[in-house]
């Protein structure tokens, strides 16, 4: 599945909540990340991420589709991380 991932976190917890999404998907800019991911690793992923949370006042929302071509993506300005990997 591709998922579009963005938090608003404490500024404590940030740093923590930025290495653990940046292991599951894409880092595009602050606090948003975009990629594909399995079911398994998504559960992981919010699991883990609970952990770093105080579910009182921080929030993390996941937006997912079958997968990227059902998803338009108009970038204006600068793109800060692209998706191209080079092998």
Do not use: P
Not at 49 to 75: G, P, T, V, Y
């Amino acid at each position: 599945m591709y998922i579009i991932l963005v938090y608003d976190i404490g500024e404590k917890r940030v740093g923590k909540m930025l290495k653990l999404c940046r292991k599951y998907v894409n880092w595009i800019q602050n606090s948003v990340f975009e990629g594909e991911i399995t079911e398994v690793k998504l559960k992981e992923l919010i699991y883990r991420a609970k952990r770093i949370m105080d579910e009182e006042i921080d929030s993390l929302i996941i937006f997912s589709s079958r997968n990227q071509n059902w998803l338009e993506k108009q970038i204006i300005g600068h793109e800060r991380s692209t998706l191209d990997h080079i092998l």
